[in-house]
């Protein structure tokens, strides 16, 4: 069983930047490949980014391609979503996501094995 907890959101004007962290429970951490999603209001759950399990190989929807980056950091159990270059366009609920295979976290948002409830970022113009 892993437990994902979203934190970081927050209120940030267009073109700054913000940091989420998204901290498991649970020994099994580093066998989980991991992924960020967003909703944003009326629209459904999209990808964001995915990292493998050891961090060797990350993945990132167009939309974010430069901007974003995701990490992650098997000692403290978290994986990070750096966002720069913010845009009102990014205002969403956040939520990060666990899976045992990386396919099924860019193909997601179906099927994940586990996930987070979630962080709010809304960017102002």
């Known amino acids: 069983q892993v437990q994902l907890v979203e934190s970081g959101g927050g209120l940030v004007q267009a073109g700054g930047s913000l940091r989420l962290s998204c901290a498991a429970s649970g020994r099994t951490f580093s066998m989980y490949c991991m992924g960020w999603f967003r909703q944003a209001p009326g629209k459904e759950r999209e990808f964001v980014a995915a990292i493998s399990w050891n961090g060797g190989n990350t993945y990132y929807a167009d939309s974010v391609k430069g901007r974003f980056t995701i990490s992650r950091d098997n000692a403290k159990n978290t994986v990070y979503l750096q966002m720069n270059s913010l845009k009102p366009a990014d205002t969403a609920v956040y939520y990060c996501?666990?899976?045992?295979?990386?396919?099924?976290?860019?193909?997601?948002?179906?099927?994940?094995?586990?996930w987070g409830k979630g962080a709010l970022v809304t960017v102002s113009s």
């Open positions: 996501a666990a899976d045992r295979q990386i396919s099924k976290i860019r193909a997601g948002p179906s099927g994940m094995d586990y």
